[in-house]
């Protein structure tokens, strides 16, 4: 493990410390996940339009049909917009670190390999995103699944695109 640790830190400016980056980027993501579970609310909501009670008993309403999915996630991944833009916030701070923390920036101008400074300012921050936009994948294939599952196939609109 401690050699991936070493590994990693090639990735980064010289000085920031690795546990905090991966740390703060953790706790981003779990917040922009906890909000999108905006569907669960907006889907149960659509779920409960497909019913009325009769008798004590939930009752399928003839003809309904549940919201289109689409309708459905606007909305709901503004946490992953808020993370992605922060990692471009937090591209710009690794590059100013070499100024004003580590002091390192004339070496890194002054090393053979020219890709050395933009990698160890982006590398961290394109990885956040493209996790980011994985989550997000992720995501709404779950919440489609949910969807498709837990709504009544005859309550299925046509038009699901």
């Known amino acids: 493990m401690a050699k991936r ?11 920031v410390p690795m546990d905090k ?21 907006r889907y149960s909501k659509a779920l409960d339009a497909l019913y009325y009670w009769q008798n004590k008993k939930r009752v399928l309403r003839p003809g309904a ?12 991944y503004w946490g992953f917009y808020v993370l992605m833009a922060a990692m471009a916030v937090v591209a710009v701070g690794f590059y100013f ?5 580590s002091r ?13 400074l933009p990698r ?19 995501l709404t294939a779950l919440y489609y699944l949910i969807y498709r599952c837990a709504t009544p196939a005859q309550c299925l609109n046509p038009q699901l695109w």
């Open 5 to 15: 640790k070493t590994d990693m830190k090639r990735y980064l400016p010289l000085g």
């Open 21 to 41: 980056v991966l740390s703060y980027f953790g706790l981003g993501l779990i917040a922009a996940s906890l909000v999108s579970l905006q569907f669960v609310a």
């Open 104 to 116: 390192s920036i004339y070496t890194m101008r002054r090393l053979p390999h020219a890709e050395e």
């Open 120 to 138: 160890r300012c982006l590398a961290a921050p394109l990885a956040g995103v493209i996790l980011s936009l994985l989550t997000m994948a992720i």
């Open 97 to 101: 670190w070499h100024y004003h923390q």
């Open 65 to 76: 049909v549940i919201t289109p999915f689409f309708s459905l996630i606007p909305g709901i």
